[in-house]
């Protein structure tokens, strides 16, 4: 029996990193009787059947699960936002802190294109900047253009599993090309240049990339909700998590309660108009969903 790591799935086949040896394994039917199949990611024990291949006995416990991209004990997610091109939504980032959040993932905020902003983008992303680390996220102020960038992002990436989120066309296939010279990501601009569209169907594998492992997949582009009750919308935002704690009644929504502490907050600035205006935006998008029979 030995210990190892699922870097990629192909054709029926997990690839099983152990050794610095890569398995190519078979999972056993045990998985299809527990509901569980080996996803890229898992820590896994395997019997070797040979000195390049094996049989998956064992999936250790998760640490997280994301479902698109498939991937198991993923530590952090870089959410990449851009100054403009598409101009930098405060709306569209908060939407993917709170879903990174609600997979108990750590985000951590990217903004790039900054080799694009003027003086006056300057002032405003660097506001953002301020508010977002003030509630204790980590913000990179980045350009996939800008080579002597590169050596700050790589040292994130170390010890950790990394999966790459946002919108279409921030610069998450730069950023990954940028970082791993050898992986070969169809940006925007080449796929536009080929005439066609980007091809969606890709297998994810994971690269190592200074002492961490790196999903090769520009990630996720569009977020849901549906798996979030609204209890624990609030806790999606680490400020509101802080201050519910004060608030009058226990199950308090921060909406139309009376004595509640996260309100107080707003009208106090401790806590951004915007930020909490979101989580009224989502609360409702929670409450007002179908609710799901299957
Ligand atoms: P993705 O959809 O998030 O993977 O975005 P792409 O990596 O395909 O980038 C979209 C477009 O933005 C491409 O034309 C890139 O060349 C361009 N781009 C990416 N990063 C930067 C950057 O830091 N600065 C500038 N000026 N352009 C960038
Ligand atoms: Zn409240």
Do not use: W
Request: glycine share 6%; proline share 4%.
């Amino acid at each position: 029996m030995a210990e190892g790591r699922i870097m990629k799935a192909l054709s029926g086949f997990y690839y099983v990193q152990s050794d610095e040896n890569l398995y190519a394994c078979k999972g056993r039917g045990l998985f299809r009787k527990q509901k569980v199949s080996p996803l890229v990611g898992d820590l896994v024990v395997f019997d070797k059947s040979s000195d390049l291949e094996g049989y998956i006995q064992e999936i250790k416990p998760r640490k997280t699960e994301l479902s698109r991209p498939p991937i198991a004990n993923v530590d952090q997610a870089m959410i990449v936002n851009s100054v403009k091109m598409p101009q930098f939504s405060p709306l569209l980032l908060d939407r993917f802190l709170v879903f990174i959040e609600s997979k108990r993932i750590k985000p951590l905020i990217i903004i790039n294109k900054i080799d694009l902003a003027n003086d006056s983008d300057l002032k405003t992303i660097k506001e953002f900047k301020a508010i977002y680390e003030k509630i204790g996220y980590h913000v990179l102020l980045f350009s996939a253009k800008e080579p002597r960038d590169f050596m700050t992002m790589k040292s994130l990436f170390n010890d950790k599993i990394t999966v790459f989120a946002g919108q279409s066309g921030v610069g998450k296939s730069s950023i990954l090309n940028a970082v791993k010279p050898s992986l070969t990501l169809e940006t925007a601009q080449i796929s536009k240049s080929l005439g066609r569209g980007r091809h969606t169907t890709r297998h994810v594998e994971l690269l190592e990339i200074n002492g961490g492992l790196v999903a090769d997949t520009p990630g996720f582009s569009v977020v849901d909700f549906s798996h979030i009750s609204r209890e624990e919308l609030g806790l999606c935002f680490p400020e509101i998590k802080t201050f519910q704690a004060h608030c009058k009644f226990r199950g308090c929504l921060h909406d139309k309660e009376p004595g509640c502490a996260v309100k107080q907050a707003v009208a106090n600035k401790e806590m951004a108009t915007f930020r909490y205006d979101h989580y009224l935006a989502f609360l409702e998008e929670i409450q007002s969903r179908k609710p799901r029979y299957s």
